[in-house]
């Protein structure tokens, strides 16, 4: 920028701004002047809402989920089946597949996936609690829905050796058409996936 | 969303997220799980950042700019030639001109363009105070910077009509072929332009 234009305060707010996902240099400005023009509906309140979840916000000790209450939501909720155990990749994913009333089960959040080659082995990601919880559980299922990747299928792969001494049965999403999907439309490999995986009709 | 699946706190961030523009609720709820992992890198300082706008942020009271000094940042700023002010409609504009460094001139920004059909009419924008602006100053030369839409052009022309009875010269940004622009994508009243106000090479 050739002049500074702004008060500071402005312009480190479209500096933050411009590091959310989905928001670039321009859209961050464009999101800022949109803020400043309705302060009061919403500059504000976001403000707050930021600075109370930054306050409140909690890691579930069980499963590592984020929420405001540790145990989270989902592992307070006494309705959910407590012999099925979903692993997911990340919050995002765990939240897709609520969204999607997919099950009522019990969550284990990886926080990623194995990547050797960006120096992400078992240890870091959420690994070692999981046989230990399985043992101390009455899980009889444990679904492992990380996604469709090679660095998915590689971790899916390690877990299963890492249960597999567990009275456990392990299973995995169906890979197939997506709903809605057209089949001139989809990759290779998921019309060979669907075809050999043909249901009954 | 078939079940809570995380606390109030993070439900409304992602709901008041949703509401710039660029995020729809799926990006908000990526940025608002971003936020929350980066918290305090990212949403903390961002909190702060927006808090600290709000309390700090003012429309100048000179040309309608925003900053959080009045006069802004631009009118304060004694280097800019005190002979010529720009019309934009929106602070974007003004914006979009001074990282353009198109000019080192005033401003005055009008808050909109004139819109019949949206109620908008003179008294909805920023034009009350430009005849007199213009009888109070050095200002010899009158850029009339709006967007080349038929909104923006009506409102060049009022303008035009409301400061006839002045000593100043009324001018507005050339049309033409954008920098990098391939005529083939062009529309016809672009290229006709162009070609009508061509010049010596």
Chains 1, 2 share one sequence.
């Not at 500071?8 to 959310?20: H, K, P, T, V």
């Not at 579930?60 to 959910?80: E, L, Y």
């Not at 439309?185 to 050999?196: P, S």
């Amino acid at each position: 920028m050739a002049e500074r234009i702004a008060g500071q305060e402005i312009e480190r707010l479209i500096q933050l701004l411009a590091r959310l996902p989905g928001l670039g240099p321009r859209s961050a400005r464009r999101a800022a002047l949109h803020l400043i023009r309705k302060r009061e509906e919403l500059l504000s309140p976001l403000a707050d809402a930021m600075a109370k979840a930054h306050a409140h916000i909690r890691v579930c000790s069980c499963c590592g989920n984020v929420d405001t209450i540790d145990p989270c939501t989902v592992c307070a909720d006494p309705r959910r089946d407590p012999t099925i155990l979903v692993v997911v990749e990340s919050v995002a994913d765990l939240w897709a597949l609520e969204r999607a009333s997919a099950i009522r089960a019990a969550y284990h959040v990886l926080g990623g996936t194995l990547s050797p080659l960006d120096g992400i082995g078992p240890d870091q990601l959420n690994l070692a609690s999981l046989p230990g919880r399985l043992r101390d559980s009455r899980v009889s299922e444990l679904i492992i829905a990380v996604n469709a990747t090679v660095e998915g299928q590689t971790t899916a792969h390690y877990i299963t050796d890492l249960v597999s001494h567990l009275p456990v049965k392990v299973t995995r999403l169906a890979h197939g058409v997506p709903m809605g999907g057209e089949l001139d439309y989809l990759d290779e490999g998921t019309l060979a996936a669907a075809m050999r995986l043909r249901t009954d009709f």
